[in-house]
């Protein structure tokens, strides 16, 4: 994407590219991966004749389904070797992004977890019609099925998350309240406190990806999630830090140690409590919390 903005394609490009980027995030849930996509969708549009395309918006999101769909079926192999509980790469957003509820929900680590349940298609179903809101027939040119088998996936991909999600709309304040009384309660050690702001069905997950210390298996129940944070899996230690941050549309705990990104913490919350805690400190998937990431619809 050499050139100066004076290259139609490049300006089409260049105006699309933060949706570009967020379709194909919400699909992989890898930021690096996204970013592989985007540089291939750019390939195949660089070669496209601007005057025969009538949708430039929809004919880039086609390019970017597909890319991404590929990659999707790869990335599925290689998560059955991953070593330990598979979280999707964080993402520093900027405050904007919760402003638009729908869009946070989406990217969220809870949704995209939900969404890495369904097959490749569903999801691309899913993700371009419920989150983008592009007509079945747009889909089905970037899925390439027929309008109607998309509105029958997308039917059961609705039900599937449906089922999944998390129950109600729990705003921003909500979620960074329940997360300031969970962030206090670690760094004393206060096991009541603790008890008090995790929910009883809570599943904490950790990735280390097989490179950092974590959690090799998930860990449920309030009791044995608050023990297990009170003695050690949140080690406090004086050169440790916990910053709250916009994380994947909401807030989020940005860890430092020694001055350096150790992990990111998120956390799904439902009514006032914190149902879901996810912490990755594989160094692999940090490169995108040290600076913010426009994603947009």
Do not use: C
């Not at 996204?34 to 004749?49: H, I, N, P, S």
């Not at 991953?82 to 964080?90: I, N, R, S």
């Amino acid at each position: 994407m050499s050139g100066h903005g004076t290259d139609p394609a490049t300006e089409v490009f260049v105006a699309h590219r933060n949706l570009l980027f967020t379709v194909a995030y919400e699909m992989l849930g890898s930021a690096a991966d996204a970013e592989d996509v985007l540089q291939e969708t750019w390939l195949r549009w660089a070669g496209v004749e601007l005057s025969v395309v009538r949708d430039r918006r929809s004919y880039l999101v086609r390019i970017v389904t597909r890319q991404a769909l590929d990659r999707l079926r790869v990335l599925g192999r290689r998560r059955e070797s991953y070593v330990g509980p598979w979280l999707p790469e964080p993402l520093l957003t900027t405050p904007d992004v919760a402003q638009d509820v729908e869009l946070a929900d989406s990217v969220s680590m809870a949704m995209l977890l939900v969404l890495e349940t369904l097959a490749p298609v569903e999801r691309a179903v899913f993700v371009l019609r419920e989150v983008f809101a592009l007509e079945y027939a747009e889909i089905a040119a970037a899925v390439g099925k027929t309008p109607s088998a998309v509105r029958q996936t997308a039917y059961r991909a609705r039900a599937h998350v449906a089922a999944r999600r998390p129950r109600g709309v729990v705003s921003p304040a909500q979620t960074r309240a329940a997360l300031e009384a969970f962030k206090q309660a670690v760094e004393t050690g206060d096991l009541q406190r603790l008890l008090d702001v995790l929910a009883p069905d809570v599943v904490a997950l950790s990735d280390g990806g097989g490179i950092r210390h974590a959690l090799l298996r998930p860990v449920v129940g309030a009791d044995s999630v608050a023990r297990l944070l009170a003695t050690g899996w949140w080690k406090r230690d004086a050169a440790r830090t916990a910053e709250i941050v916009q994380i994947n549309g909401g807030p989020g705990m940005l860890v430092r140690a020694g001055g350096r990104i150790d992990g990111v913490l998120a956390v799904r919350v439902e009514d006032g409590y914190i149902t879901g805690a996810y912490h990755v400190r594989n160094p692999q998937k940090l490169s995108y919390v040290s600076r913010e990431t426009t994603v947009s619809r």
